[in-house]
Structure formats: structure tokens, C-alpha cells
């Protein structure tokens, strides 16, 4: 679920009442675990962070964080489900199954744990489909994985413990990890297994390696006991070999179009043909050569079509049996850290991202009365493009454009409560410049490697001002340098070098200040626009 990179939607800091809420539902459904209540106190930072997973068709999954460290993910209609970080806290939270440590490498790839993986003796007593539970190995008792079951007791034992087991939800080292504080996991002591239990619950599973001390084996009894046991470690390392190989040539192919149109295609080469795109482009962005026909695609057409959904290209027929792409999103999110195959040319493109301002627009109960048909809610960020999209696709659907004159369109009730139009027909660009009024303004900071952060309403710019002091002495006061996430000590400290003057930190009206004596414009500029990376549209002088 979070093998691959998430966007952040919108980031909000919980109020008192919300924390009650949140601890009440967690409590309920771990109830027999108090630490939980210890962890989700009353005097806990807790934020819920909106994120649109790689694999969009999961929908909007909500990530509550303590202390910026995410503690429990949520999908629509799901109860919250606690990430490997609360697992190391709270180790006995959920039922373990026991895999090899080499299982790990795997689950990090993007696999699921499947059954002949899991170690029999650690099997819980019983279990239903959609059941929560933590994956660990045979090193630590610490949580390397979570996710649910697949499939329930009874099913697994008639399917002879072969096939998926456990639909893996989050794992150690994914993007998920990676949005904390990316903790290495710790040595836990090992769950204490009722073996005997579990020979009593799976006879049949029990079997191969059970030891009857009145009886001992002969040696042809015990040679035919390891010998099925070895092929039996055969299939199952079959097994996940083949679903391992068949993941890395998705993941290998998918890698190779984005690598393409990022560092291969340029704007001027559109249209370009289908053919012409995966010959000349993607085929030479892999990594290693895969036929498309032994991924799960078969063929050219289902690979486009999926990427023409997430919104990364258009393609279009321009003649009959002939197809083109016609319009491609380079600055998509999919196309973020996909690096050249070179080496040298990966240590280039490593440099760390700007400083991304983005105005955005926040889902009030005024708009979210219309797009709620396209799955947003109140308090949702949306940008420009989003609102269109979502207005183009309804008045297409309802053929609310006019025969005569394709460049306006009539008003349904539902367009003309959102848009506050009194004509019956208007033109697209009223339309849409009026639903974007029908929202709240605000702007989305993405910092690297930080949460992106969400400012309502206008976003100031950074702003000096020059002031004479007493025995005229010149000062330039440097303010809203904090919301971009410049802390005031650091940028003293800079300005203190390239001034060759005093400066220090002050608090101001509006937040911390930085002080510098004499004028420090022109050396503020070039540090705000060269190293902080700050657009210049938002560095201004007073």
C-alpha cells in the first residue's frame, strides 16, 4: 500500500474533542491493551494527515501521527490499524505469524506473505478473513510488517496452507517508514508459541514435525520424513520466486515509462505513436529487458489505459487503428525521484528539491455539496486543476455543452447553486473561475523531506525593512520567514557571515524576527533565492 511514494492532501493538528473521539474508537477496538490509552494521552500532538496512495483506486487513507510519527492508518469504512512504529511500542497489540528474516527483502519489494511462508507452530488458534495481524521473523519478536488475512482458517486448511495469506497493509522500510522518523527496527524478545496448542489446533500441519518418543522412526521412515519436507521447502520457494519474478517485471516496465517520459520525451515530440513510445523510449529506460507480454498488461493497450487514469498521458485515435499520445504531465507525481539509469547522471539529478508553493483551495459545505460527487469532502485540499477536471467530466457526462456554440454551456441546478449564476447559459470560463470562488484560498508549502504544509487564506511573502535606530544606525528586520519553514536562528546565523555584522533573533508582532544591523537586503536575497530555494515571487522588500 505504501511500497510506492503518496501525495499528502492536507495535514491538521487534532483539537481536544477530536483526541477523545480517536482514543474512545482505538480503545474499542483494542480494549484489552491500556497501554494504548498511555501512548494516545490527553496531552498528545496528534494530527491527521490526508494521503493519496500510488494505487489511487484505495481512495483517501487517513494517517493519524503522534509527535509526527504515524501511529495508525485508516481506510474508508476500516478501523484503524496500527503501523510497525505502535507495534514496537506495544508489541502484543495484535496477533504475530512468524515468517524467515529473507522473507523481509520481499515484503519491501511489494509481496504479500503467503501461506507456506508462515512458520505453523506460530499460527493463532483461529482467524477469519480481514482479521488484523502483525508479521515478525525468526530473529525478533519486533512487528516487520501488518495487514489482514486474506483468507480464514477453514479456507487455508482446505487449500492445503497454499496461496496468499496476508494482504500486507504497511512494512518495515517502506514510504510509510520513511515518512517518520525512520527508526531502525529493535531487537524484541520472540513471542512465546504453545506449540503443543498448535499441533492440537493443525494436526495435519503438525505432523511433519512432530517426534514420537515411544516409537523412534527407522531410518528409511525418517529419510521419506525429509524428503518431503525438502520438496515441500521447494514448492514453496517456487512459489514465492515466481510471484517475486512476476511483481519485479510489472515494477521494472511501469519504472521504465515514467524514467522515459521524464528523461527521454520532450514536449516537442508530441504526438508521438504508441508504437514509436514503448520501441524508441521505454524499452531503452528499463533496466533490465522485459517483454510486455509476460507482465500482467499482455499488451500495449492495458499499460496506456492505466496510465491515461492516473492522469499521466492522453491518448487518443487519430487515425482508425492507429493511436497517439498527445499530452503528457511532466511535472506528474509519479515522475518524482525517477532518476537517468547512468550513474553519473543519478548523482546529478540527487540534489535536494525547492521549495514547492502551490495555491490551493480548501472544500468548504458550500462546495462540497457538488464534489462530493467525485469523492471529496469538507476540509479536503484541491488544486486548480483538480476543480476543473472535476467540472469538464460532469458537464460532459450531463451533455450540458450547447450544439450551436461549444464554447458555452446551460446550467443544471446543481452548476448553478455551486457557481451563483443567474443566466442559464454562460460560457466555461465563468463556470470555472466562479467555482473556484465558491471555495476557500489557501497554499500548500512543500518543504524536502518535511510534511507540506497548509496555509489558509493569503500567504504572506518574506519581508525586509530598513529602519534607522538611534545614533542613526541602519537595521533591516527580516519577518514570515517561519512559515516556510527557515528557522530564525540558522538564518542569523548565515546573514551573520555574509553581513560581517551582528544579527540575532527577535520576536515580533506576527512571530519571530531576525535583526541584522545595517542594510541586508541584497545579502538576504541571494540567500533566500539560492540556498533556501524560496520563490522569488514571495521574497519582497518594504
Known amino acids: 500500500m505504501f511500497i510506492k511514494s503518496f501525495r499528502v492532501k492536507s495535514s491538521v493538528q487534532l483539537k481536544s474533542s477530536e483526541k477523545k473521539k480517536f482514543r474512545a474508537l482505538v480503545e474499542q477496538c483494542f480494549s484489552s491493551h491500556p497501554e494504548i490509552s498511555e501512548l494516545l494521552s490527553n496531552k498528545a500532538n496528534i494530527t491527521i494527515t490526508r494521503v493519496l496512495p500510488h494505487d489511487t483506486t484505495l481512495g483517501m487513507i487517513e494517517v493519524h501521527c503522534l509527535d509526527k510519527t504515524p501511529m495508525f492508518v485508516t481506510l474508508e469504512g476500516e478501523i484503524p490499524i496500527p503501523t510497525v512504529y505502535t507495534l514496537w511500542k506495544v ?3 495484535l496477533p504475530r505469524v512468524m515468517v524467515p528474516l529473507n522473507v523481509l527483502d520481499r515484503l519491501v519489494g511489494g509481496a504479500d506473505v503467503m501461506l507456506p511462508g508462515i512458520l505453523h507452530h506460530s499460527l493463532p ?40 495469506g496476508i494482504i500486507v497493509y504497511q512494512v518495515y522500510l517502506d514510504q510509510l517508514w520513511h515518512f517518520g522518523p525512520k527508526d531502525k527496527m529493535p531487537q524484541l524478545p520472540l513471542p512465546d508459541y504453545n506449540v503443543s496448542q498448535s499441533q492440537e489446533e493443525f494436526p495435519v500441519l503438525a505432523e511433519e514435525t512432530r517426534v514420537e518418543d515411544e516409537q523412534p522412526t527407522t531410518a528409511s521412515e525418517e529419510q521419506d520424513g525429509v524428503t518431503e519436507i525438502t520438496e515441500q521447502l521447494g514448492e514453496m520457494e517456487a512459489t514465492v520466486e515466481e510471484e517475486e ?57 492495458t499499460l496506456l489505459k492505466e496510465l491515461q487514469e492516473t492522469g499521466l498521458l492522453t491518448v487518443k485515435e487519430q487515425k482508425k487503428g492507429v493511436q497517439s499520445i498527445t499530452e503528457i504531465n511532466f511535472t506528474h507525481l509519479l515522475l ?81 447553486d455551486l457557481s451563483k449564476i443567474k443566466d442559464v447559459r454562460c460560457k466555461w470560463n465563468d463556470v470555472m473561475q466562479r467555482a473556484e470562488q465558491a471555495f476557500g484560498q489557501c497554499y ?20 525586509y525593512k530598513v529602519e534607522k ?74
Open 245 to 301: 519474478e512476476e511483481l519485479n517485471k510489472d515494477q521494472i516496465l511501469l519504472e521504465g515509462c515514467y524514467r522515459a517520459i521524464k528523461t527521454s520525451i520532450k514536449k516537442t515530440d508530441l504526438p508521438i505513436l504508441t508504437s514509436a513510445f514503448y520501441s524508441q523510449h521505454v524499452k531503452g529506460c528499463c533496466e533490465h529487458q522485459v517483454e510486455i507480454k509476460h507482465t500482467k498488461w499482455k499488451k500495449l493497450g
Open 444 to 463: 500548500v508549502i512543500s518543504l524536502p523531506g518535511r510534511i507540506p504544509i497548509t496555509v489558509k487564506g493569503k500567504l504572506p511573502p518574506i519581508q
Open 336 to 416: 518524482r525521484g525517477i532518476k537517468r539509469l547512468e550513474k553519473e547522471e543519478e548523482e546529478e539529478d540527487e540534489e535536494e528539491e525547492d521549495i514547492a508553493v502551490v495555491q490551493a483551495f480548501t472544500c468548504n459545505a458550500h462546495a462540497a455539496k457538488f464534489f462530493s460527487k467525485f469523492g471529496y469532502k469538507k476540509g479536503d485540499i484541491l488544486t486548480r486543476k483538480e476543480i476543473r477536471a472535476s467540472l469538464t467530466n460532469y458537464i460532459r457526462q450531463q451533455n450540458l455543452v450547447l450544439d450551436g456554440d461549444k464554447s458555452r454551456i446551460t446550467l443544471d441546478p446543481h452548476l448553478a
Open 125 to 164: 488458534a483461529d482467524w477469519q478473513a480481514g482479521d488484523v495481524v502483525s508479521v515478525c521473523s525468526t530473529n525478533s519478536g519486533a512487528a516487520m510488517a501488518v495487514g489482514i488475512w486474506a483468507v480464514g482458517r477453514g479456507e487455508a486448511l482446505a487449500a492445503g496452507m497454499k496461496g496468499k
Open 469 to 542: 535606530r538611534t545614533g542613526n544606525k541602519v537595521v533591516t528586520l527580516i519577518s514570515n520567514f517561519s512559515i516556510f519553514g527557515i528557522e530564525g536562528k540558522e538564518l542569523a546565523q548565515k546573514l551573520q557571515l555574509l553581513q560581517s555584522s551582528s544579527a540575532c533573533v527577535v520576536q515580533g508582532v506576527k512571530g519571530e524576527e531576525v535583526l541584522v544591523q545595517g542594510d541586508a537586503r541584497k545579502h538576504a536575497t541571494k540567500l533566500l533565492l539560492t540556498e533556501y530555494k524560496i520563490p522569488k515571487t514571495f521574497v519582497s522588500s518594504q
Open 91 to 93: 508489541p502484543d497489540l
